[in-house]
């Protein structure tokens, strides 16, 4: 497979801007010259891009998820071109964090405007990733710092752990197990439980603690961490999360600890053998700090 960048530029013209005439437009080419690009593009990677609804061209689903990869090699491309301005006009180098959505609002959110926040001199790029995603990316150096749930890529990390609860069963105050001691996979048989993702390290270790059960939840979802807390403070159902989560969600929950107990622990990582930053180790220690607090209250 060998694709063009004047396909892919295309490509994304299209996606922009919703249709033909618009992207040839922004191209400066005609819209036959667009069309064929697409379509050149379309058998390079044997997939269907686009289909004609009406007069429009609508994005297939392969395309979505294509265009999110095309979105990362052209943000790739601004961050070298940023950096080269930051080189040729003797500015520090641009620092690049990743971090996982519960770990944003409000740790990190209030770690940079702390730390950083009267340093212009110190340009940041902020990704909301997943911890696969960001382990990849601070293994390839593209990261200064990646704030992660736990692995077991952990070990041969440089890692340092910012914070460690157990998972606790998140529901509204009058369902009938918000007075329960702890909740076991066996109360939640007759639930619809909402479960974090299957790339969440939480997943793995609850689809272990239902497996020992002879039959499974009524009804499930599965979602993020924090969209399990805003549809249990709905009633929508019971989730199963951790205390970070709750707190970065906000929500108007009851918190029952869950048994089998599940540690759910997150990291700040750095690329091994990466140079020592001072303010990314004030930050880290920030939001330490912020995150200890959970554990006294």
Known sequence: MRLKPRQVEAFRAVMMAGGITTAAEAMNVTQ???????????????????????AKLVPTAEAKQFYREVERLYLGLDQIAQAADDIRLHKNTVLRIGSVTSLVRPYL????????GNRPDIPLVIDVENSRYIWDMVDQNRYDIGLVFSSP?????????????????????????????????????????LFPGRNSPLRLALDRAFSIEDRQPISTMET??????????????????????????????????????????????????????AVLDELIARMQAMMSMIANE
Request: charge should be neutral; proline fraction near 5%.
């Open 32 to 54: 036959p010259a667009v069309s064929r690009l697409i379509r050149d593009l379309e058998e390079v990677v044997q997939m269907t891009l686009f289909e004609r609804v009406g």
């Open 153 to 193: 890529r952990m070990a041969d990390k440089n890692a340092v752990l910012l914070h460690s609860s157990n998972a606790v069963v998140a529901m509204t105050s009058d369902h009938r197990l918000a007075s329960s001691p702890v909740v076991t996979p066996a109360d939640l048989l007759g639930e619809r439980v």
């Open 224 to 277: 993020s961490m924090l969209n399990c807390c805003y549809f249990a403070a709905s009633g929508m159902g019971v989730g199963i999360v951790d205390q970070i989560s709750l707190r970065a969600a906000d929500a108007h929950v009851v918190a029952i600890p869950f048994e089998p107990r599940i540690e759910v622990s997150y990291y700040a990582i750095r690329p091994v053998g990466g140079q020592k930053i």
């Open 109 to 116: 959110h209030k770690a940079i405007i702390d730390v950083i």
